[in-house]
């Protein structure tokens, strides 16, 4: 199973963007989806979690500025990301929980994608 995320870039404060992250591979079902941000320094927090019902939690950080959302035909999650704050500058990592087998479940993380919030 691979996670691929893409969407990354640099904008400026008070902007937007979209990060979308995809999974292939030998998949049965997708569960819970997740992203994280790890800014230069600092440890890996997260951000978000969409369940496989589409329930939705934030951290309080982002509370109200960002979305998370997932397409389950595609097996992707994305994160809108609006009102964006130079500390809101990290890498993005997306993270699933996927069942590959009738017996099988793991987690896995993607590569991480940069945004940069910059004037």
């Known amino acids: 199973v691979q996670l691929q995320a893409s969407g990354g870039g640099l904008v400026q404060p008070g902007g937007s963007l979209r990060l979308s992250c995809a999974a292939s591979?030998?998949?049965?079902?997708?569960?819970?989806m997740r992203w994280y941000r790890q800014a230069p320094g600092q440890q890996r927090d997260w951000v978000a979690r969409?369940?496989?019902?589409?329930?939705?939690n934030y951290a309080e950080s982002v509370l109200g500025r960002f979305t998370i959302s997932r397409d389950d035909a595609k097996n992707t999650v994305s994160l809108q990301m609006n009102s964006l704050k130079p500390e809101d500058t990290a890498v993005y990592y997306c993270?699933?929980?996927?069942?590959?087998?009738?017996?099988?479940?793991?987690?896995?993380w993607g590569q991480g994608t940069l945004v940069t919030v910059s004037s």
């Open positions: 993270n699933a929980d996927v069942k590959t087998t009738m017996w099988d479940s793991d987690t896995y």
């Open positions: 969409i369940t496989a019902g589409g329930s939705t």
């Open positions: 591979g030998s998949i049965i079902s997708v569960r819970s």
